[in-house]
């Protein structure tokens, strides 16, 4: 069983950053690929950016240029860079580590709140 746990949600203003961390136990990080989600209330979980193991990724639009994700193999980490944050991603955010088709595992989710 991989245990996820996400960290480094909070509150900020308007136009600020954060940086989320996802960790991933066991020995097959590298070949993972990471998914983060988020999930606003009252709204359906979508999809925000996606790292392969080949370092290939993906990104939801509304987040394109602004949020960069990236992975550490050797600290068993992927990171969600957002900046230049919005009140619309106020949200539940969700990492995911994924391998092949059948096996997800699911973190608890941190809180990211921007305010106006």
């Known amino acids: 069983q991989v245990q996820v746990a996400e960290s480094g949600g909070g509150l900020v203003q308007t136009g600020g950053s954060l940086r989320l961390s996802c960790v991933a136990s066991?020995?097959?990080?590298?070949?993972?690929?990471i998914d983060w989600y988020r999930q606003a209330p009252g709204k359906q979980r979508e999809l925000v950016a996606s790292?392969?193991?080949?370092?290939?990724?993906n990104y939801l639009d509304s987040v394109r240029g602004r949020f960069t994700i990236s992975r550490d193999n050797a600290k068993n980490t992927a990171y969600l860079q957002m900046n230049s944050l919005k009140p619309e991603d106020t949200a539940i955010y969700f990492c995911?580590?994924?391998?092949?088709?059948?096996?997800?595992?699911w973190g608890m989710g941190t809180q990211v709140t921007v305010s106006t």
């Open positions: 995911s580590a994924r391998s092949g088709l059948h096996n997800t595992w």
């Open positions: 066991g020995s097959l990080f590298s070949a993972y690929a």
């Open positions: 790292i392969r193991g080949s370092d290939t990724t």
